[in-house]
């Protein structure tokens, strides 16, 4: 003989497997839900995206051309000692460097030089007769 606590245990048993059968999916609601909270994030997150690698890419090429302009200033501060440079921006006098990027971004930094807030496409780096670096943005 059962008890009744086991009499309710399996009737509920039954609903449930019953049930179990109706809910198998998401409803249309849920997904159009998850649809929009994806389109709202992509329209925030991809335009930052795109603008941190492009900042990146910039950053790349500014970090590239103090490199060489550090190879340059090193030939021209020991007075022309040594090879030059495998660049042909080098004399032992002066030298220039510039790198382009595209699009424009702000924010870049070079040397103790910074673009700040205004956007730029290039950045000149110069260097003296003493070996003295110096980075300007436009």
């Keep these: 003989m059962r008890t009744k606590t086991q009499l309710e245990l399996l009737r509920q048993l039954r609903q449930l497997r019953q049930?179990?059968?109706?809910?198998?999916g998401f409803t249309?609601?849920?997904?159009?839900i998850v649809v929009a909270i994806v389109g709202i994030l992509s329209a925030v997150v991809l335009p930052r995206y795109?603008?941190?690698?492009?900042?990146?890419?910039?950053?790349?090429l500014i970090g590239q051309a103090v490199?060489?302009?550090?190879?340059c200033a090193t030939f021209i501060a020991s007075g022309g000692v040594g090879s030059n440079p495998s660049?042909?921006?080098?004399s032992t006098s002066?030298?220039?460097?510039?790198?382009?990027?595209?699009?424009a971004v702000s924010g870049l930094n070079c040397l103790n030089a910074s673009s700040g807030t205004s956007t730029s496409t290039r950045a000149s780096i110069a260097i003296d007769s003493s070996g003295v670096m110096t980075c300007t943005f436009s």
Excluded: D, F, H, M
């Design 19 to 24: 049930r179990k059968g109706l809910a198998k």
């Design 28 to 32: 249309l609601v849920e997904l159009l």
């Design 50 to 60: 795109i603008g941190a690698r492009s900042s990146a890419a910039a950053g790349a």
């Design 67 to 71: 490199g060489q302009a550090k190879e």
């Design 87 to 90: 660049t042909s921006n080098c």
């Design 94 to 103: 002066a030298g220039t460097y510039a790198v382009s990027w595209s699009p």
